[in-house]
């Protein structure tokens, strides 16, 4: 680091860089803000996601045991063929949303296959999108978590470091010019002094 120049240009830039950090600081502290509410409005919606698929498992364990019936094959019955993935910005972070699934739902004879696979073709579909909204979800947690991070780092860096060094700096060099005004009277005293006693001699 370069050594602090104790003069008043020094000091006029030290003022200047002062209130360039304290004009920074707040819209700092006021996205870390967002970013905080937005990371917890994540968790919030992985959390009821895992609930939901959770619940959802329970249901078809209730109302659907007939899927233990080893005869009726249902392998590959819905299959997942694309992800309605988009993205949104939060104060400059990027963050994955879904919007939706696309599903393809395996041919099969309505007269052959009993009525309740329908039932499991809409359980299946909706058990497919909970379990990508929670990757999704999970994902938007992790960027979160590292912009919060980030950004936790800068508001320390200029609440902890910047200001308060600044703030000491600007003071040193106050104190060092008052010494060196309060010196240049003295010296231009005892000067005014020793010119009148020269003359009076």
């Known amino acids: 680091m370069a050594r602090l120049q ?16 304290k004009r920074f600081l707040p819209s700092l502290d006021l996205k870390r803000q967002q970013l905080m509410a937005e990371r917890n409005k994540a968790k ?43 993205t949104e910005n939060i104060v400059g972070t990027h963050l994955p949303t879904l919007s939706g699934i696309e599903v393809k739902v395996k041919p099969f004879s309505v007269m052959a296959t009993p009525h309740w696979v329908d039932n499991v073709v809409e359980t299946l579909k909706e058990m497919l999108e909970l379990k990508i909204l929670v990757k999704v979800n999970e994902r938007r ?17 200029f609440e902890k470091v910047l200001i308060p060094q600044t703030e000491s700096n600007i003071k040193r060099i106050k104190v060092y010019l008052s010494d060196e005004q309060m010196a240049a009277v003295v010296r231009s005293k005892i000067a005014k002094r020793k010119r009148q006693s020269m003359v009076s001699e």
């Open 6 to 21: 104790l003069n008043k240009s020094s000091l006029a830039n030290e003022v200047k860089s002062l209130g360039t950090y």
């Open 44 to 86: 919030v919606i992985v959390s009821e996601t895992v609930t939901r698929i959770g619940e959802l498992e329970l249901r078809v364990g209730d109302q659907l045991p007939m899927l233990a019936n080893q005869n009726i094959d249902l392998k590959g019955l819905v299959q997942l063929t694309h992800a309605n993935l988009g």
């Open 141 to 157: 947690l992790q960027l979160l978590d590292k912009a919060v991070r980030t950004i936790t780092q800068r508001v320390n860096l």
